[in-house]
């Protein structure tokens, strides 16, 4: 990738960025008027109104998120758990994070540095990178770990990982594995903070 198109690439997803952040504002502002926070039943409503596809449509929602920034993740996951459930919303949060992710790192190796930059900050970039001066299995199980702590800049470090001499074996199974606990233990922070500050709120 050229330096002309890294500096393109950058500014898309800046752009993109900020474009997702005011419509998630809007959109919480509009979902909080009709109140799809106080009735969970309005909030499912909205996402079955795509019938058999709402799964699907979800699922593809997240591989977005992950490989496009449009949203915080976070958000989506916990919208996964209040709209199907916290079984079916976590295999479905599971599954569209764990598809994107191997979809990010395949980016990451194919076109290089220079897209990997673009898109991580270079503070970020060069705190983790500097974990390789440990050598390569300790960068790996620093991974595998901060991929499974809820938290930590996964998609940042999925990118990141591409750019070094980790076995796509040891990435899936850092992925497939460290992801469950992850989402499940964000979802149940998120929730709970969300009902605590409803119930302050009186809401």
Known sequence: MSEASAKYVKTSFKFFSILGILAMI???IWLFEI???Q???VLKGLIYRAGIFAPIVFILIQIIQV???IIPGGIAVVVGVAVFGPIEGFIYNYVGIVLGSIILYTLGQRYGQS???AIVKETTYD???AKLDRGQKAFNWIFAFLIA???A???ALVLIASQTKMSWRFFLTSIILGKAPAIMAYSAIVMFGTKTIFRFFGL
């Open 67 to 69: 490989v496009i920034p």
């Open 26 to 28: 809007a959109a919480v």
């Open 149 to 151: 702590a809820p938290m």
């Open 39 to 41: 009735n969970q039943a």
């Open 153 to 155: 800049p996964d998609d």
């Open 115 to 117: 897209l990997v930059k």
């Open 127 to 129: 705190k983790y990178m």
């Open 35 to 37: 109140g799809a926070f």
